[in-house]
């Protein structure tokens, strides 16, 4: 939130009533602090602290309030002579709030709001003597309210509680002892114990052990993976089967349960277009039914003299007009996309990029680690000159063992896991864009791309082009020897995820830094319509705009930190989350399982979503614009409106949470 509008920064008002609010208070009025309370937000829609919990002067007000109506109407019980007081005293403590309410919000300048509705249209109705229905419409009106916000509380609460997987407190190992301690103080360095069943509590490197993680809290993923010494664990991951002892790498505030929480509540905070449009609408739609009303009532009234009638006409259309459906339902529908989403491993932040996802007509992917595993395997040994294909690896292998870069990283692997045995060069040479000179004795090996070799003078008899995949040659004292053949291998749901995007009328695209023959090897195989290759990172930029100028709206998914401006350009840009912080960072979604299928499931329920969103709208305009026309035709009593009025908020508030249970 903007800390120059006085916004606390971990403010959650979750009133659902479209306003922009500014917290003035530290405290909400139920205790709970940095939380909008009811006075502060000036909204009137209640306590906006997110804990679901009910104020208790709310609840008892209603309960005795509406067991006196209901014995005064009903049961007879109050004698006629104190019938009158019992209703004002029954009003008094029904409808105090909302009066109190419209009047505050009328001093800031609120006017026009369901509390002035409401407040006009009761005191309306006391004016005409139809005093049992002024404590009735408010009874019903509080009463269709209390189930309302208990129901988009309860949707809420369990949203956040679903994705909330922050560990209270952790088992810290000091001298071969376990201290429980609270999961805030657990620093980078410290040595947990993961037991059978526990949650993996912070982000972590296994240290000692071997077992089965859970992973389906975070990726979504049902199938279990082996984790081993070495290996990143994740917070929120579950420990199945055998104990682990773990190396913390980030503290609580920076683990992917702290992260998926917080993208969650800033995703909630963030307004979609069609919210800002009900806000404006609202605006315009309130002050235009309240002098709807006024005409309403004087108008037939001084031309027939039967103001009684006309006014309470005019008294039903108010209380019909109030646009509680709206500012309930479609906030909420925008806020369970999100918690499904979260739930399939996919993050939103914020509604506007459900809106924005469910527009797009064009995905553009990155081809290492998005469309491809991001694994260099080596695939194939070719010698020459009568060599064997073992001591070229070996003798590549010895040199790259100085390198990080992951074809270096492949190579060295193949080689230790067929057991050779690598000499590692007394000086070596790394030469940007062409590879590595190593010096083993009086041998100088060469290990590279052709333009090494060339810049050594070696003659290249039996070299033949690869047809795919990135070539190491290897050459020994100006000598070739022979030809290794690396490859990263397309992930396993690539072909069917494209497949399924093309079926939905989206063009797929690949912008890579690789050479145009590798990259339309992997577009050839995922199925990717357009190719851009050898592409450096404010080239993809400029070719991600070309594409947008051609399809219009297009989504880029990306992992790499080279991919971070791309990713902050695209209209969506969406980050695998096995990829680079930066990448996270600058998305507008992140796939948790760094699955290929979840940019179908995250265009599904933007789709799902905005459609509820939207139908939402137009029921609800719909049925208020029918009991609207059948009010001023005298076909709609006050009693009928409120229960239409309550009974179209609730069926909204029915269809936003659909979206929760809907599988993706």
Not at 57 to 73: D, H, I, K, P, R
Not at 414 to 434: C, M, S, T
Request: some cysteine.
């Amino acid at each position: 939130m903007d800390k120059d509008k006085h916004h606390h920064e971990d403010c959650c008002c979750s009133c659902s009533c479209s306003e922009d609010h500014t917290c003035k208070e530290e405290v909400c009025s139920c205790g709970h602090e940095n939380s909008c309370s009811e006075d502060s937000c000036g909204c009137g829609c209640g306590c906006g602290c997110g804990c679901g919990e009910e104020h208790e002067g709310n609840t008892w007000e209603l309960a005795l309030g509406g067991v006196l109506f209901l014995v005064t109407e009903l049961f007879g019980v109050v004698p006629e002579a104190y019938e009158l007081y019992a209703l004002v005293l029954a009003y008094l403590l029904l409808g105090w709030r909302i009066v109190w309410k419209s009047l505050q919000n009328i001093l800031k300048g609120n006017i026009f709001d369901e509390n002035f509705l409401m407040t006009i249209a009761t005191l309306g109705a006391f004016a005409i003597k139809a005093w049992d229905e002024a404590v009735g419409v408010m009874f019903f009106y509080r009463l269709g309210e209390y189930f309302e916000h208990r129901a988009v509380e309860r949707s809420r609460s369990q949203i956040m509680e679903a994705v909330d997987m922050r560990p209270e407190v952790v088992n810290l190992l000091v001298n071969d002892e376990v201290k429980v301690v609270p999961a805030s103080e657990a620093k980078v360095g410290d040595i947990l114990l993961v037991r059978v069943g526990d949650r993996i509590p912070l982000d972590s490197i296994v240290v000692e052990g071997v077992s089965l993680v859970d992973t389906s809290p975070i990726t979504g993923e049902p199938v279990p993976v082996k984790c081993k010494s070495g290996d990143l664990v994740m917070s929120g991951c579950v420990n199945t089967s055998a104990m682990l002892k773990v190396r913390v790498e980030k503290v609580l505030a920076e683990s992917m349960v702290t992260k998926i929480l917080r993208s969650v509540e800033t995703a909630a905070e963030s307004k979609p277009a069609i919210d800002k449009f009900i806000t404006r609408f609202a605006k315009v739609y309130t002050p235009f039914v309240v002098v709807v009303a006024l005409l309403t009532a004087i108008v037939p009234s001084i031309i027939t003299g039967n103001w009684e009638e006309w006014v309470y006409t005019a008294l039903t259309f108010l209380v019909i007009s109030c646009p509680c459906a709206l500012v309930l339902s479609v906030p909420l529908a925008f806020f369970s996309g999100i918690g499904v989403a979260s739930k399939n491993g996919i993050l939103f932040k914020g509604g506007v990029v459900i809106e924005a996802l469910k527009n797009i007509h064009a995905v553009v992917m990155d081809k290492t680690g998005t469309i491809t595993k991001g694994e260099f395997v080596l695939q194939n040994v070719k010698p020459v000159n009568g060599v064997g294909a073992d001591e070229v690896l070996a003798l590549c292998a010895g040199v790259e063992r100085a390198s990080t870069h992951p074809i270096a990283i492949s190579i060295v692997n193949a080689a230790n896991e067929r057991g050779l045995k690598l000499i590692r060069p007394d000086k070596f040479e790394e030469i940007a864009g062409e590879g590595l000179v190593g010096e083993c004795g009086k041998d100088k090996i060469l290990c590279g791309n052709l333009r090494l070799l060339k810049r050594f003078g070696v003659e290249l008899a039996g070299y033949e082009e690869a047809s795919s995949g990135s070539e190491v040659l290897v050459a020994k004292n100006n000598v070739y020897l022979g030809q290794l053949v690396i490859s990263d291998s397309l992930k396993a749901d690539a072909k069917s995820a494209v497949a399924k995007l093309k079926e939905q009328g989206l063009v797929t695209a690949m912008l890579t830094g690789d050479s145009q023959k590798e990259a339309e090897s992997i577009a050839l195989q995922a199925g990717v319509d357009e190719v851009r290759a050898k592409l450096l990172p404010q080239e993809k930029l400029s070719e991600l705009q070309a594409l947008r100028e051609k399809y219009c709206a297009v989504m880029f998914v990306g992992d790499g930190i080279n991919d971070a401006p791309v990713l902050a350009g695209a209209d969506v840009g969406a980050a695998m989350g096995s990829g680079a912080d930066a990448a996270i960072e600058a998305a507008d979604v992140v796939f948790m399982n760094s699955e290929v299928a979840s940019i179908n499931k995250a265009i599904a329920i933007a789709k799902e979503t905005s459609t509820i969103a939207w139908q939402n709208v137009v029921f609800a305009l719909g049925v208020k614009g029918i009991i609207m026309v059948a009010g001023l035709l005298g076909y709609a009593s006050m009693w009928g409106a409120v229960f239409a009025d309550t009974g179209v908020a609730m069926l909204c508030v029915l269809n936003s949470v659909r979206v929760l249970y809907k599988k993706f």
